[in-house]
């Protein structure tokens, strides 16, 4: 069974402070692909970035970045330079079966509050 | 605009009545999602669909209905056998290969009394 734990409830961090939020995984299927997601107070959810499991290189896109550590199943994402509208809920999300024809299901992770101090 | 559409953003019902969630997507998605969030947690997989009349059972299915008969619709009914229905749903939809990201609705907050 697939299985997602992020074991940061939430963190503190001082403004324009890099942050790292954890995430494990846990599947036997060798294709896979890992989200992550933000959810403001709003109850909007926010796509950041996207990691596939045969993907060499670790996954950026802005201000995020993923650690990608396949070895130890774990799928960390790094935010650089913190702001302040980035307090909110982070979410990591893990699909199995990355074909067209698979029937694959995206769960997700309990979840991470962050909140940036000013 | 492409997206995806939840109606209403709040509603009440009183124990024992059914009530339907709709979800509607104009993002040509062959994939839909419903997924139940409580406060504080996680995103909890209800039911899915990766194509028209066809769906599969997500981790809390009982209670809860689903149908897909049109590529734009999924909508959720919660039924009087769910024990505590009151929660934040989350419509969502994808392309059917992995290789892309779910797009979420605005989701819809019931309130069971």
């Known amino acids: 069974a697939q299985k997602i734990t992020q074991t940061q409830p939430g963190m503190f961090v001082q403004e324009k402070e890099a942050v790292t939020l954890d995430c494990t995984y846990d599947t036997s299927d060798p294709s896979y692909g890992l989200f992550w997601y933000k959810q403001p107070s709003s109850g909007e959810m926010i796509f950041l970035i996207y990691?596939?499991?045969?993907?060499?290189q670790n996954a950026t896109e802005g201000r995020y970045s993923l650690n990608f550590q396949k070895a130890r199943k774990s799928a960390n994402l790094v935010i650089s330079a913190s702001q302040l509208g980035d307090s909110a809920m982070y979410f990591c999300?893990?699909?199995?079966?990355?074909?067209?024809?698979?029937?694959?299901?995206?769960?997700f992770g309990s979840g991470t509050r962050l909140s940036i101090r000013p | 605009d492409g997206g995806i559409t939840q109606s209403p953003k709040y509603l009440f019902r009183k124990e024992g009545q059914n009530v339907t969630l709709s979800c509607e997507q104009n993002l040509n998605h062959d994939a839909m999602y419903w997924y139940r969030q409580d406060p504080g947690q996680g995103l909890r997989l209800i039911y899915y669909?990766?194509?028209?009349?066809?769906?599969q059972k997500g981790d809390i299915a009982e209670g809860y209905s689903v149908s897909r008969e049109k590529k734009e619709s999924f909508p959720l009914t919660v039924t009087s056998a769910q024990k505590n229905p009151t929660a934040f749903y989350l419509c969502?939809?994808?392309?059917?290969?992995?290789?892309?990201?779910?797009?979420f609705g605005p989701g819809t907050r019931l309130t069971v009394t």
């Open positions: 669909s990766q194509i028209v009349n066809d769906f």
């Open positions: 990691q596939g499991s045969y993907d060499q």
């Open positions: 969502a939809s994808s392309r059917r290969d992995g290789h892309y990201e779910q797009y």
């Open positions: 999300a893990m699909r199995e079966g990355m074909g067209y024809s698979s029937a694959s299901k995206i769960i």
